[in-house]
């Protein structure tokens, strides 16, 4: 069964301080991982894809990493408006039919200027 | 293109009651799903659609049933309403690609609680 494993759970962090997020994922075979953002009261919102380790990819503050293991999301110097829950996902080759995705818990991010 | 919409964005049931949750979208994507999200969790996947007249089941589709009409619209319908299908409802829909990007697009959420 896939699963996909977020920690930490929540992190609270001073602007500018710089902090990872850790995505660990045990799949049959992954096709792609996913982040998003949400925002309180609001969907996700889609952030990145990675699919295969080694691959990176960044958008302004926020740069994912992928492993065999895990992806990171790692924010660099952080304003208040990075505040938000950080969800990874996982899509399996073996559950490929309907771009099924499976989730993670999230971690809550507040950062405090 | 107003994206994934949801209707309505708050409902309270009372235990047994029914209700019919509302998606739309207007993206022309063959793929639509609905998943629940409770308190501090992440997403479930409760049933998914691959195009007009195919359904199927997710992780958690027991106490739910959908259609799948047309294109648009992927309707999700709570029979005889259980304290534990409070819980916030998230409809999605992706284009349908044979390539890489399929990322899922959501709609607001429909905030439900049964009493």
């Known amino acids: 069964e896939d699963q996909v494993t977020q920690s930490p759970e929540a992190l609270r962090l001073q602007e500018g301080e710089s902090s990872s997020l850790n995505c660990s994922y045990t799949v049959s075979g992954l096709r792609g991982l996913f982040w998003y953002r949400q925002d309180p009261g609001k969907g996700p919102e889609f952030l990145f894809t990675?699919?295969?380790a080694g691959e990176e990819k960044e958008k302004e503050r926020l740069k994912a990493t992928l492993t065999k293991k895990e992806s990171f999301l790692h924010i660099t110097a952080p304003k208040p408006e990075d505040s938000a829950t950080y969800l990874c996902a996982v899509q399996a080759t073996t559950k490929a039919a309907g771009n099924k995705l499976t989730f993670g818990g999230g971690t809550r991010v507040l950062v405090k200027p | 293109n107003a994206g994934v919409t949801q209707t309505p964005k708050f409902r309270i049931l009372k235990i047994g009651q029914s209700m019919t949750l509302q998606c739309t979208q207007d993206m022309n994507h063959n793929y639509m799903y609905w998943y629940r999200q409770d308190p501090g969790m992440g997403l479930k996947l409760i049933y998914y659609s691959v195009g007009a007249g195919i359904t199927d089941k997710g992780e958690v589709p027991n106490g739910y049933n959908v259609s799948r009409s047309t294109t648009e619209d992927f309707p999700l319908r709570l029979e005889l309403a259980a304290p534990s299908q409070t819980s916030v409802y998230f409809c999605a829909s992706s284009p349908h690609s044979g390539g890489a990007e399929n990322e899922q697009f959501f709609g607001p959420g429909t905030r439900l609680t049964v009493l």
């Open positions: 990675l699919y295969s």
